[in-house]
């Protein structure tokens, strides 16, 4: 079934109707039924904090105490050594590193071109 009458005299019938019917008054006890529903919505619940969220706080409290305790006494020889490895593995990754500042640029040009392309696509087909 086709629809034969335009936007416009589709309106026009909307505003018709809306000036000629007659407008019914609201029911008197709307607004208590709505203030009754608003009152039945439940409160949102109090912050509660449970054991389990108080033991866990403790134990890792004791945990990162603990770690720094350790560190805080070792042997003198055990820090040098441990300083030594540090320096020498920093000193391996810029040795082996040369290659990655190339891979980093050329990895990141690639990725905004493929971001940046259907935009400009979708762009210039318009």
């Not at 305790?69 to 590193?97: C, D, G, H, M």
């Amino acid at each position: 079934m086709d629809n034969s009458l335009t936007p416009e005299q589709q309106n026009d019938m909307i505003e018709d109707a809306l000036r000629t019917y007659p407008v019914r008054p609201l029911p008197r006890d709307l607004t208590t039924d709505v203030m009754a529903r608003i009152r039945t919505i439940p409160a949102p619940r109090p912050f509660r904090l449970t054991q389990n969220e108080v033991l866990l706080g403790i134990v890792l409290a004791i945990c990162i105490g603990a770690v720094w305790f350790s560190l805080q006494n070792l042997p003198p020889l055990v820090v040098a050594q441990a300083r030594k490895e540090s320096i020498l593995l920093y000193q391996q990754f810029l040795v082996n590193a040369r290659w990655l500042i190339p891979v980093l640029s050329f990895g990141l040009a690639a990725l905004f071109a493929a971001l940046t392309i259907p935009y400009l696509r979708q762009e210039l087909m318009k």
